[in-house]
Nanobody
Framework: QVQLVESGGGLVQPGGSLRLSCAAS????????MGWYRQAPGTERELVAA???????NYADSVKGRFTISRDNAKNMVYLQMNSLKPEDTAVYYC???????????????WGQGTQVTVSS
């Protein structure tokens, strides 16, 4: 009953930029935090960036200074602006939301289907 839909992935040359978007929809009482994870072939899924409802952010060391996460609470959306992209940023990027569907329920993790980002010349 909760859906996260990502968009904005694609192929970009090294040094280029991409902007990912994720929209959360369905029965949502409150979103505590939203974020982006990525997974390259043969590796584990890793946190890229996260943002709380109050705007506090957290970034992986590998993307600090290059990526910026932002959020529109009114629209239940989260964005990831990716600049100065490197080949090692190539991965499937997943949107994540920690949210409650009901006042009485505990917050749970929800995931999008993933969007491919490929950085290559």
């Amino acid at each position: 009953q909760v859906q996260l839909v990502e968009s904005g992935g694609g192929l970009v040359q090294p040094g280029g930029s991409l902007r990912l978007s994720c929209a959360a929809s369905g029965i949502i009482f409150r979103i505590n935090a939203m974020g982006w994870y990525r997974q390259a072939p043969g590796t584990e899924r890793e946190l890229v960036a996260a943002i709380t409802s109050g705007g506090s952010t957290n970034y992986a060391d590998s993307v600090k200074g290059r990526f910026t996460i932002s959020r529109d609470n009114a629209k239940n959306m989260v964005y990831l602006q990716m600049n100065s992209l490197k080949p090692e940023d190539t991965a499937v990027y997943y949107c994540n939301a920690v949210l409650k569907t009901n006042y009485f329920y505990e917050a749970k993790d929800y995931w999008g289907q993933g969007t491919q980002v490929t950085v290559s010349s």
